[in-house]
């Protein structure tokens, strides 16, 4: 079944495999469709046939800042490239049209209003180019200007054929502006659009007649989400919504009727397919749960029903379906090891006082490491350490190479002009594994310090994501071997985006500080272990470095003050060192860290501990951690 013919309206479909919709927000400034998307829907067109991400109908309707529009001619001719990809490899494609109704997001074009069926807001935030605001309360659409909106989905309809679109997927889900006057929930309505079903349900065949006509049903389909929650949706009753919409549907002959079987979230309950089975008579499409596409394809190979081509395309279906689920997996066991490492803190902080050795007792005046001399001693002209050699412990030192002759901190490997740091409103931190724990520490500096809104991401999720960038923004991707794929896809994006983009890695040379704006090495030495701590220490000195150069440059710190933070940095080794000789040591700075003049400093010594209790590792390696970023 699942790799036989489907008529779907005019068209023959070679499989019974549809790519749902997916909003990638790729689109360039206009919501102009461009060669990125083409090459995306050129790679999956063997599929029987490929729906759209949503596409606007009207300016002024941006839900996702990128998403394309299909409402003028240049966007027309834009799409042509994608259709032309798509058809030249003998795909398929509907255009999804849509009205984002109330998710829309302030000042979408030009302050355009926000409408809907009633005057009730989407809970929450929406992403918008400035950071995240709170959904506006729309402003309920009138009798006298709904025909407009009708009208807007025809000519929509009428732009996407000459697209070279094969047919359109009328949006009526997932809490846009159709599914705001379907729902009871947010309608609110006491006119000939509110109320009862049929008033509910008048603008979705008001927009349906008007779209059929234009092009002809058979190259309409449809997509309901009775249940789904997204977007502040619910209804009172959505096995009778689906019920009444199912039967009344049978009148327009569409080319199908896409159903989205649950709720995102699992707010709503129910099993809407079997009322739209039983209903709808046309072409019924099924969203959400591939397990069932599992069990068919196993039964198909088992009964060898299918050819061994089938088979292979099904294995490589199947595969596309699962990744994103062990993704989620990826993600479980990411919180699980955190839960872990968490609890091994505590287990320190509740282990009984122990009696310490005297051989145990680290002095104050500890000797470095490098030339065996007291601390302080030769400090006056320090000998420049070489490429083999990985600490240099010397304050001066550091003051020699990382300040200038004012005593200004400076960043040579940084190569971005003062006036556009200064420009950042915005930071994120995108790493993988011990990476990000380090990026998590590194926020507390750069948000206390710079005064710079700081977030934090995991590599793996980034793009998937689709986060808002601008080039007001500023990306630091953290990696410590400098060639993690998740990592340096995330700073494709990020660029793509027109974010600076900064590379803090501790390999010369590397993938990832070839593709940034600047970079910082660490020069912390190889790391053998995944969760490692040399290369998490060098880390967070590093971002630490790049926080107080964004103070200073934004000028959000005296050079004093910066000064004495850096003092608090060169106080950094002994304490490592002490954290990673002696148990009670590490116990007691835990429940009383010492409090210097940064809040970040505390982080980072709780941190710290944190990760020496976890893997304790030898002082000689531990100590010279701290330092790496200090030096060239």
Not at 420 to 432: G, H, K, N, S
Not at 514 to 540: C, M, N, W
């Amino acid at each position: 079944m699942l790799f036989n013919p489907l008529q779907v309206g005019s068209l023959t479909l070679p499989n019974r495999i549809l790519l749902a919709p997916l909003t990638r927000a790729r689109a360039d400034a206009g919501h102009m469709p461009n060669a990125l998307m083409a090459e995306y829907y050129s790679q999956r067109a063997t599929g029987g046939l490929l729906i759209s991400e949503c596409t606007m109908v009207a300016p002024g309707t941006s839900a996702f800042v990128n998403e394309p529009g299909i409402y003028n001619d240049a966007q027309i001719a834009a799409w042509r490239q994608v259709t032309d990809a798509v058809h030249a490899k003998g795909g398929r494609i509907f255009m999804q049209i849509w009205h984002a109704g109330r998710a829309a997001y302030p000042g979408a074009a030009d302050g355009a209003p926000i409408v809907s069926s009633s005057a009730t807001a989407i809970e929450g935030e929406i992403h918008t180019p400035q950071g995240k605001v709170p959904h506006a309360v729309p402003r309920p659409l009138t009798v006298e200007e709904i025909p407009g909106i009708v009208a807007a989905f025809a000519q929509g309809a009428r732009n996407a054929i000459a697209a070279g679109f094969d047919g359109v997927e009328v949006h009526g889900a997932n809490g846009y502006l159709i599914d705001q006057f379907l729902r009871d929930t947010p309608n609110q309505r006491t006119d000939a659009y509110g109320g009862s079903l049929e008033n509910r349900a008048r603008l979705l065949f008001e927009v349906l007649t008007a779209v059929t006509q234009a092009i002809g049903s058979e190259r309409v389909g449809l997509r309901l989400s009775p249940l789904n929650s997204y977007n502040s949706m619910k209804d009172s009753d959505p096995l009778a919504l689906i019920g009444f919409l199912a039967d009344k549907l049978n009148a327009f002959k569409l080319a199908y009727l896409h159903v989205m079987r649950a709720d995102f979230f699992g707010v709503q309950k129910a099993d809407v397919m079997p009322v739209a089975r039983e209903k709808y008579k046309g072409v019924l499409v099924g969203n959400m749960g591939y397990v069932g596409v599992v069990v068919v394809g196993a039964q198909l190979a088992l009964t060898g029903n299918a050819t061994p081509g089938d088979i292979q395309s099904f294995i490589q279906y199947v595969r596309n379906f699962t990744q994103p689920v062990q993704q989620l997996g990826n993600v479980s066991n990411t919180m699980q090891s955190m839960a872990a490492a968490t609890e091994r803190v505590f287990e320190f902080l509740a282990a009984p006082e122990e009696e310490q050795k005297a051989d145990a007792q680290i002095p104050e005046e500890w000797d470095c490491p490098r030339c065996g001399l007291p601390a302080g001693q030769d400090q006056a002209n320090p000998p420049a350490p070489s490429r083999n050699e990985p600490y240099k412990t010397h304050l001066a030192y550091v003051k020699e190479r990382r300040t200038d002759a004012d005593g200004r901190l400076t960043l040579d490997e940084v190569r971005i002009s003062e006036d556009e740091l200064r420009a950042v409103d915005r930071i994120v931190i995108v790493a993988c594994g011990t990476a990000a724990y380090a990026g998590m520490v590194a926020k507390y500096a750069i948000e206390h310090w710079a005064r710079i809104q700081c977030e934090v991401e995991l590599a793996h999720e980034f793009r998937y994501r689709d986060p808002v960038l601008s080039p007001a923004s500023m990306a630091i991707f953290v990696s410590q071997s400098g060639e993690t794929a998740d990592t340096l896809m995330a700073i494709r994006h990020a660029r793509e985006q027109g974010a600076k983009v900064i590379a803090i890695c501790n390999t010369n040379g590397a993938k990832i500080p070839r593709e940034s704006d600047a970079v910082i090495y660490t020069h912390a030495g190889p790391e053998i272990g995944v969760a490692s701590t040399k290369g998490f220490l060098t880390q967070v000195a590093a971002c630490y470095l790049l926080g107080l150069y964004l103070a200073q440059v934004r000028g959000a710190k005296f050079g004093d003050e910066i000064a004495a933070i850096m003092g608090e940095l060169a106080a950094t080794p002994p304490l490592i060192q002490r954290y990673a000789s002696c148990s009670s040591t590490r116990r007691d700075s835990c429940r009383a860290l010492p409090t210097p003049c940064s809040v970040a400093y505390s982080h980072s010594a709780s941190r710290i501990c944190g990760a020496i209790a976890l893997r304790p590792t030898p002082p000689s390696r531990t100590l010279m951690a701290a330092y790496m970023a200090l030096r060239s």
